[in-house]
């Protein structure tokens, strides 16, 4: 009985006792309509979005005429959003004003400002009206580049000597 006992007084100490329960949690994330610009922070600068740069012409009426630009900037902006998120982008007049699809370069005050058109594409086919916004929807890939072209049309007087600029404001809204 003896050894029966210490059998039994054994095999407790080396038994244990396992409890278990099981507990469910449930995991979950909202993916938003939502988008990001890259490249550009908001509420950038001037300078930030970069710059058209018609460069340098002595004359304006000849055979270099038109001169054309497109936006200059290390990285071009672009628009990062969930794959179907509708955009919209629009541009002012600039600093001197504008109508229809025609800003202006001024050199001064009392000067002749010389007129200019921004585009979309690099054939520039589509024309940016002033203060016209331009709607897009965005591509399964996700992304939008928001490029920028301009062109000065021959002119038919010849303007004075100096440097013409002009400054755009672009409201982009998603």
Partial sequence: MEHRLGIVIIGSLFSTCVWSAQYDVQVRVIVERGCQLVGVTRNAGVDYLGMLDFGRAARL?????PLNAALINTRL?????????????QIDGGQHGGTADVRYLALGPGSPPIPYRLFRDPGRQIPLQVNVP????????????????????????????????????VTLTW
């Fill in 61 to 65: 009426d000849g055979p270099s005429s």
């Fill in 77 to 89: 902006p672009r628009l990062e959003c969930n794959p179907d998120t509708t955009y919209q982008i």
């Fill in 134 to 169: 331009v709607s897009g929807t965005v591509p399964d890939s996700g992304s939008v580049e928001l490029p920028l072209y301009g062109r000065i049309e021959p002119l038919q007087q010849i303007p004075p000597v100096g440097l013409y600029a002009d400054l755009l404001k």
